[in-house]
């Protein structure tokens, strides 16, 4: 029944015709933890599906129904959920993988999320009858997460030695995760790393009191901590080269009777790798509409394209549009997708980044794009 539970949690719908989902009652907004609207259900709609909310004849989100239906949070959401060309019927996905696939790695993640840790001593008192797991250093009976990390006073003499700011740290929280998160808004990169840091040293301390019967104490813990820091950023710096630095790749002319179309998804704000899938679709219909018969598509999203060269059915929330791409493609004679680095795509994504918030379509070259484009033809000369 926990399993089930669990898996419940974690799968949402991802929309294809709409036709078998719900909206007021199934999971389908990729907005956790509910994965449905915050709009109150209007009894004039009760019964309404998603395939009412897309426009059936040119299979775009109806944007005049959904902003007069739902509120603005909502109609952000919906309106940023990819919906393909090809026809294709509603999937169940598991949300919390990149690859739309259930994982035990990412279900134990949500597992804490949900219930705490499940080897908090609380959960494994549930899970041991008769058993007795109170906390290490305080003897709370009800020891979870947050109490070993925040609550605890052990915990507190250590947050009280860190010089992070209280306002900060004591963050009013129902869990570790809604904690993190009210942390995270109100420190910066280096305060969030040292936060996790100690947070990962106290959790290691809980469990050395746990199985070893001691620990550091909080003095010698924050210096640990500290020390561990310093280290980790000591590792994470690259020092320049002693030789001179080498160009980095440049963007190369296709094949003889091929044409190359580049592509980047700066343009779309809805998450990078499905703006990416859909400028993919974009540049396949214009090389379809040109009557290109000898294609090579290229972009610098290493996933999107490992995905189009498997030819394997995509169960990620932009499988839609990757269906799409992949039948489009037979329309070629010969088409290949390829992978480059960032500076092989320098005018695609300078387009890309001006096109972002501009509604206007510019013939000519703009001048931002026309400056990597010279690049480009100096550097393949």
Known sequence: MAAHRLFCAGCRWR?????KIKVWTDPWLPRPVSFRPITPPNERFEFLRVSDLINQETGDWNSTVIQDIFLPLDCEVILGIPLGRTVCEDLLIWHYSTNGLFSVR????????????PCSS?????????????????SAVAEDVLHCL????FARQVWGLSNL?????????????????????????????????????????????LVQGNCLDPDHLICFVVRHLEAFHQQCFVPPPPHRLISP???????????K??????????????????????????????????????GDCATLITKLLSGLRDFSAIGS?????????????????SFVQRSCNSVAHALAKLALGSASGESNIPAPAAHFVMLDKLATT
């Open 15 to 19: 929309v294809g015709s709409g036709e």
């Open 106 to 117: 990412s279900a134990y993640h949500l597992a804490c999320s949900m219930e705490e840790s």
């Open 122 to 138: 609380r959960n494994l008192s549930r899970r041991i009858p008769g058993s007795c797991f109170a906390c290490p250093f305080c």
């Open 150 to 153: 925040k609550v605890c006073p």
């Open 165 to 209: 700011p209280a306002v900060s740290i004591y963050q009013p929280a129902t869990d570790v995760f809604a904690w993190f998160r009210a942390v995270l808004s109100r420190l910066d990169k280096r305060e969030f790393e040292y936060f996790l840091c100690i947070c990962w040293a106290l959790w290691w301390c809980r469990n050395s009191k």
């Open 249 to 259: 790749p440049h963007w190369q002319y296709p094949p003889p009777n091929f044409i």
């Open 261 to 298: 179309l580049n592509f980047d998804g700066a343009v779309f704000d809805r998450g990078k790798e499905t703006g990416i899938a859909f400028a993919a679709r974009e540049a396949v219909l214009f090389a379809i509409n040109r009557g290109w018969q000898n294609v090579v598509l290229e």
């Open 321 to 337: 549009i990757t269906l799409d791409i992949q039948n489009l493609i037979s329309y070629f004679q010969f088409s290949r997708f």
